[in-house]
Nanobody
């Protein structure tokens, strides 16, 4: 089992940047493919980005491609989401998720563990 804790959210103006972190504890971090998801008020949770266990493959939602970068440091048991050129429509609660032993996927129901989320608010 793994415990996930997100941090780094906050309020930022449009065009600004934030870096989210997801700290993992428990089972070996490199056993998990990882993902970021977000949920805006009144909307369903949506996929943002995912990264493979060995950090050799990643995938992004079209809406964030070219602006967001997912990465991980297995030695520090931490995953990151660098968010640049933020837009008001990026406002949401951002969640990290872990998938044990699998490859990276975009389906939320394929992940086994979830963090509590961190709020990102982008003002116009």
């Amino acid at each position: 089992q793994v415990q996930l804790v997100e941090s780094g959210g906050g309020l930022v103006q449009a065009g600004g940047s934030l870096r989210l972190s997801c700290a993992a504890s428990g089972r070996t971090f490199s056993s998990y493919a990882m993902g970021w998801f977000r949920q805006a008020p009144g909307k369903e949770r949506e996929f943002v980005a995912a990264i493979s266990r060995s950090d050799d493959n990643s995938h992004y939602a079209d809406s964030v491609k070219g602006r967001f970068t997912i990465s991980r440091d297995n030695a520090k048991n931490t995953m990151y989401l660098q968010m640049n050129s933020l837009k008001p429509e990026d406002t949401a609660v951002y969640y990290c998720a872990a998938r044990l032993y699998g490859g990276l996927i975009i389906r939320g129901n394929g992940y086994h563990y979830w963090g509590q989320g961190t709020q990102v608010t982008v003002s116009s």
